[in-house]
C-alpha cells in the first residue's frame, strides 16, 4: 500500500501563490495515476487535478484552470500542485490521492472519489481576503 505525505500549505493573501508536495513511498510509483482534490468547509470533497504516469497529460476543474499547474517528479516520488493567483474560495484542506490500479488515461472520470485508492492526510490552505 503507498502512503502519501502532503506539504505546503499555509496562509496566503488574495493573489499570492502556494506549492502544494505530496511524497509517496511504500510502493512502486510507476504506473500511478496521480490527483489532488479538496475539501472547503461545509462541503463536498472535490476535484481540482490530475496527471497521467509520464506527466504529459492533465486534467483541472474549471475553476483551477489556468491558475493551477500539477506536476510530477518520478525520481522523486513526488507531485505537486503550483496554486496562483489564489482566491478566498480556494480556501480548503488539500488532499492528495492515488486512482486505483487498471484505469487508462481517457477513460474514467478524474473527478469520481471512488476511483481513488489511497488519500493522504490533507493540507490546509487559507487565503485571506
Known amino acids: 500500500q503507498v502512503q502519501l505525505v502532503e506539504s505546503g500549505g499555509g496562509l496566503v493573501q488574495a493573489g499570492g501563490s502556494l506549492r502544494l508536495s505530496c511524497a509517496a513511498s511504500?510502493?512502486?510509483?510507476?504506473?500511478?495515476?496521480m490527483g489532488w482534490f479538496r475539501q472547503a468547509p461545509g462541503k463536498e470533497r472535490e476535484f481540482v487535478a490530475t496527471i497521467s504516469w509520464g506527466g504529459g497529460n492533465t486534467v483541472y476543474a474549471d475553476s483551477v484552470k489556468g491558475r493551477f499547474t500539477i506536476s510530477r517528479d518520478n525520481g522523486k516520488n513526488t507531485v505537486y500542485l503550483q496554486m496562483n493567483s489564489l482566491k478566498p474560495e480556494d480556501t480548503a484542506v488539500y488532499y492528495c490521492?492515488?486512482?486505483?490500479?487498471?484505469?487508462?488515461?481517457?477513460?474514467?472520470?478524474?473527478?469520481?472519489?471512488?476511483?481513488?485508492?489511497?488519500w493522504g492526510q490533507g493540507t490546509l490552505v487559507t487565503v485571506s481576503s
Open positions: 511504500g510502493r512502486t510509483f510507476s504506473g500511478l495515476l
Open positions: 490521492a492515488v486512482y486505483r490500479r487498471g484505469l487508462v488515461w481517457g477513460h474514467y472520470d478524474p473527478s469520481s472519489r471512488s476511483l481513488v485508492e489511497v
